[in-house]
């Protein structure tokens, strides 16, 4: 079993949480997740790691409820344990010292962004570090990504917070202005990393996408995470999670991305049909 260490709410639907995971914690490489269970008759769930200390042994993860597995997971308190917990899965990303480098996180994503860039920067890179959400409430992690930046600018889309406005605006700011920028990763939402793609194909920047949000199993098995990268079929979970933004079709992702919204919803209506929240919101059936 695979206790909860620590718990914090990042945002009225965001959650954080460290893991007792000493195994997972001893090989996880940036850009890597694990799969989680609740209970032994629970749901699979991929998650890109957003932090890890190997000498406690211990996994951080960074959530956003979406729906009943999420919800449920988001209901556990420090002390209480996981069923199951697999990783470190995913092919690590690739870091090199390539000089100075961009990285670019909205939503969720910023929490996958953080090991990367702390990697990129440990390197020996100039990491300049992008993150933005709708506004102010839900830029999370921020101390984090600026203690693993070089530089970190924060936007909001409803000026509540840093700059106003999209990421993908300060990001062509500083690809006219700086030319030594050699590559760019980008994770959160996929219509943002779909834009900033567009945003850099005039640049001769290699820019690098994590397609997490697609998967399902996370082994290959279901196939559910086909996507097709430069006219060929790859998985996500095994070929991936990391891809050439640029060679992606887009619509192709996004349309997959809602393969399973209606049997989701029936799941979590159910959820909320026949469990009664206690006073300490945790879910009794």
């Known amino acids: 079993m695979y206790k909860i260490v620590k718990k914090e709410r990042l945002h009225e639907v965001i959650y954080s949480t460290w893991i007792k995971a000493p195994e997972v914690a ?10 989680l269970m609740i209970t032994e008759r629970g749901e699979r769930i991929p998650l890109t790691v957003a932090d890890f200390d ?4 211990l996994i951080r993860i960074v959530f956003q409820i979406v729906g009943k597995t999420s919800e449920e997971l988001s209901t556990l308190e420090e002390g209480d344990e996981l069923y199951s917990f697999i990783g470190p899965l995913g092919k690590k990303t690739e870091i090199e010292n390539y000089g100075k480098v961009i990285t670019v996180g909205g939503g969720t994503g910023i929490a996958c962004i953080h090991p990367i860039t702390r990697a990129l920067k440990e390197a020996g890179n100039e990491v300049i570090s992008i993150i933005g959400a709708r506004n102010k409430e839900l830029i999370i992690m921020e101390e984090e990504i600026r203690k693993a930046s070089s530089k970190l600018i924060v936007t909001t889309d409803d000026g509540s917070y840093g700059r106003k406005g999209f990421v993908t605006q300060v990001l062509k700011e500083l690809l006219d202005k700086d030319k030594s920028i050699k590559k760019v990763w980008t994770i959160g939402p996929a219509i943002m990393m ?3 793609c567009e945003t850099t194909k005039p640049y001769p920047v290699e820019t690098i996408v994590s397609l997490n949000s697609i998967m399902v199993d996370g082994t290959g098995m279901c196939g559910s995470c086909r996507v097709t990268i430069g006219g060929e079929t790859k998985f996500v979970c095994t070929d991936g999670p990391e891809f050439d933004g640029q060679l992606v079709d887009w619509v192709e992702f996004m349309n997959r991305l809602s ?6 919803k029936k799941s979590w209506d159910f959820y909320h049909e026949h469990t009664h929240l206690c006073s300490c919101g945790r879910g009794i059936n």
């Open 26 to 35: 001893s090989s996880v490489q940036p850009g890597q997740f694990i799969i």
């Open 54 to 57: 190997r000498e406690r042994g």
């Open 194 to 196: 779909k834009v900033t």
């Open 259 to 264: 393969r399973y919204k209606d049997s989701e």
